[in-house]
Structures are given as structure tokens and as C-alpha cells.
């Protein structure tokens, strides 16, 4: 009964062209997707703020097949989450029987300087408390990543890392993260956005609208997702990549117009656009052009791999169970987009 009351007060703001304002949210209620629908839009609907559409996303990722939305489907709409201090960690010493290694620079996940360290922190402190089998842990932070996968985990000075993508291991088994690493199940996932001018004609409702474009990415990030088994856009050369030195260099060239868009996850996106003044001058397509895992990663040759695993992998499982993952996203999330306004 919610539910259609939920979708019978929307059409009505609509078809009298009044959204609600962020005060008045239409949010704790269920939705059916209707035809033409997608998360910005049901976003807008609820809570007159586009940007709000990941708390949707991480809310209804059990029945949304990737990022898209498919009319007749149910979704909840959640309120979003006050601000509130992160749990306590009492498994957490200094001294302790498992050693993580994670840095910083990488919001809204990891940043010493974020509440709770940051939204992947909290969730790996929240799954390792509700694992079957605690262990205490500890948590170094080093600030160069590069340092983090070789040599410090590869030679085991610590016993796992965090967060990490995972290449598509099925289709390049030799990829040196595949032949020297085992990874967790994905603590969460992040949509990879495209991102265009505002004033360009662009559209990417299909794979087939990427043929022939540039797309720009910074030098180091991972490409596995432009050639894929279904997408052999570089190997085939149907997409054109270029590397700049960094994202606020790729949105520059956007600007030049030597590329056609750029391609960064959600959040690192909307962080450089408004570190290059670009907010009104550069959006995200509404279809992501993919979505990746951020992983927890252990040396396949530490004796106590399976262990560890299982014990991050047992946790996330209960911390989904209980409800509490979804209020530490959601409280991390807006926190994000405050910040950002």
C-alpha cells in the first residue's frame, strides 16, 4: 500500500509541476519504476537533488542489473542519514594478530582526515567486528600507493590491502594482480561515469555511441573495462584513449575539445570538477560506463590467506545482513555531497 501511495503523491507533484524540495523528501517509501525512468530522474522526483541518485544505487543493488533501472521494478527510496560518529573499533590495537595496509587521497573511501577514516575504512572496521572468527587488527597508513601491492604486500610486511579494483582476471590471467593476489568480495562497488561538456551533443545510450570517440583517462588507471569481452573498443581500435597526467588534465583537454569525454569513477569526478571550476561547464551522462569493485587484497602465498578472507568476506556478508552497511554508504555519502555543494 506504501508504495502506491508513494507513486500516486509523485505523479501528482508532477503533473502539477512541483517537485519536493531537499526538506521534503519523498524518501522510506517503495517505487515502481516506470518507462523512461532512471536514477537521476527518480533522484529529482524524491529529492529535487540529481546528485542523489547513488543513494538509490547502494540501496537497491540486489535488484538493479548494474546501474540501470528496468520499469516494473520495486525500489526503496531511503531517507538520508544525519551525520553521526563512526562505531567504536575495539578490535582495533596497535599491536594486533592482523596487520592492514590502506593510504589516503581517496575520497570518500580512505583519508585519515574523513570521519571514520572514510567510507570503505568504516565498512572493513564494521565487517571485521561481525566476522564469526575476530581477530584485533591494526591499520597502517602509507601515502604512496604505489609503494602498497609491490613490495609491501607481495613480500607480506603486512597481511592485507585495502581498497583495490580487480582486474578482469577471466580474460588476463596474467595480469599481475591476478597471478599474485587473491581478492575479497567487493566491499562496494563505483560507477564509472562518462563525463562531456555540457554544451556537446553526447549521447551514450548503447555501447555503439562510443564508437569513433576519444575518451580520456589518467596515466596508471586501468582500461580492462574498455576491452572486455563484449567491448573490444582499444584492441580494435574503435575508441581512440588518451592519457593525461592527471584527471584535472583530462578535463582540461575536454575543454580544448581534443577529447570527446572523460572517464573517471563517480567520485573522483565530481571532486576534480570542482576543484577545475568546472561544475556548470561539465556533467555526467546518467549511463555509467561501468561499474568496479573496491576489493580487500592478500599475497597468495600467505599462509593464512583463506583465514583472513574468509574473515572479511563472512563479515560484509552480516554487516549487509544487519542494515549497517547501508547506513555507513549513506552516511558517507552525504557527507560527500555536502562537502561539495
Same mark, same amino acid.
Given at each position: 500500500? %506504501? ?7 509523485? &505523479? ?36 529535487? !537533488? ?13 535488484? #538493479? ?9 520495486? %525500489? ?14 575495539? #578490535? ?6 592482523? @596487520?592492514?595496509?590502506?593510504? +589516503? ?13 572514510? =567510507? ?7 565487517? #571485521?567486528?561481525?566476522?564469526?572468527? *575476530? ?8 601515502? !604512496? ?6 613490495? =609491501? ?8 590491502? /585495502?581498497?583495490?579494483?580487480? *582486474? !578482469? ?11 599474485? /593476489? ?20 553526447? &549521447? ?5 555511441? =562510443? ?17 572486455? +569481452? ?20 583530462? /578535463?582540461? @583537454?575536454? =575543454? ?9 569513477? #563517480?567520485?573522483? +569526478? &565530481? ?16 549511463? *555509467? ?10 599475497? @597468495? ?25 547501508? !547506513? ?7 557527507? /560527500? ?5
Amino acid at each position: 500500500m %506504501l508504495k502506491h501511495l508513494a507513486t500516486a503523491a509523485i &505523479a501528482l507533484l508532477l503533473a502539477i509541476g512541483v517537485a519536493p524540495r531537499a526538506a521534503q523528501a519523498i524518501c522510506n517509501v517503495d517505487y515502481r519504476v516506470q518507462p523512461g525512468d532512471t536514477l537521476f530522474s527518480i533522484a529529482e522526483t524524491h529529492y529535487s !537533488d540529481r546528485s542523489r541518485w547513488t543513494l538509490i544505487y547502494y540501496s537497491n543493488q540486489h535488484v #538493479l542489473e548494474g546501474p540501470s533501472v528496468i520499469p516494473g521494478k520495486t %525500489l526503496h527510496i531511503p531517507c538520508a542519514q544525519q551525520a553521526s560518529a563512526p562505531d567504536a573499533t575495539p #578490535l582495533r590495537k596497535d599491536d594486533a594478530e592482523m @596487520k592492514l595496509l590502506t593510504g +589516503g587521497g581517496f575520497a570518500p573511501f580512505t583519508d585519515q582526515t574523513l570521519p571514520g577514516q572514510g =567510507m570503505v575504512t568504516e565498512l572493513v572496521n564494521a565487517a #571485521l567486528e561481525l566476522t564469526p572468527a *575476530p581477530v584485533s587488527y591494526s591499520i597502517t597508513w602509507e601515502q !604512496d600507493w604505489s609503494k602498497h601491492l609491490f613490495p =609491501m604486500l607481495d613480500e607480506k610486511q603486512f597481511d592485507m590491502g /585495502f581498497p583495490w579494483l580487480k *582486474p !578482469d582476471c577471466a580474460a588476463n590471467p596474467t595480469d599481475e594482480r591476478c597471478v599474485n /593476489f587473491h581478492f575479497s568480495e567487493p566491499l562496494m562497488t563505483i560507477p564509472i561515469m562518462v563525463f562531456v561538456r555540457a554544451d556537446a551533443a553526447f &549521447a551514450f545510450d548503447s555501447d555503439a555511441d =562510443m564508437l569513433g570517440k576519444t575518451l580520456c583517462r589518467p596515466e596508471g588507471y586501468y582500461t580492462h573495462d574498455l576491452d572486455r +569481452g563484449d567491448r573490444r573498443w582499444l584492441s580494435e581500435g574503435k575508441l581512440t584513449l588518451v592519457q593525461a597526467a592527471d584527471p584535472g588534465a583530462c /578535463f582540461r @583537454k575536454l =575543454m580544448a575539445r581534443e577529447v570527446d569525454a572523460v572517464s573517471l569513477n #563517480l567520485f573522483l +569526478g &565530481a571532486n576534480t570538477l570542482i576543484s577545475e571550476g568546472l561544475r556548470d561547464q561539465v556533467i555526467p551522462l546518467e549511463r *555509467p560506463l561501468s561499474e568496479e569493485g573496491l576489493h580487500v587484497v592478500i599475497s @597468495k602465498r600467505h599462509w593464512r590467506g583463506t583465514s583472513h578472507l574468509y574473515r572479511i568476506n563472512a563479515g560484509l556478508k552480516a554487516l549487509k545482513a544487519d542494515g549497517r552497511f547501508q !547506513d555507513i554508504v549513506s552516511r558517507h555519502l552525504e557527507l /560527500f555531497w555536502a562537502q561539495l555543494q
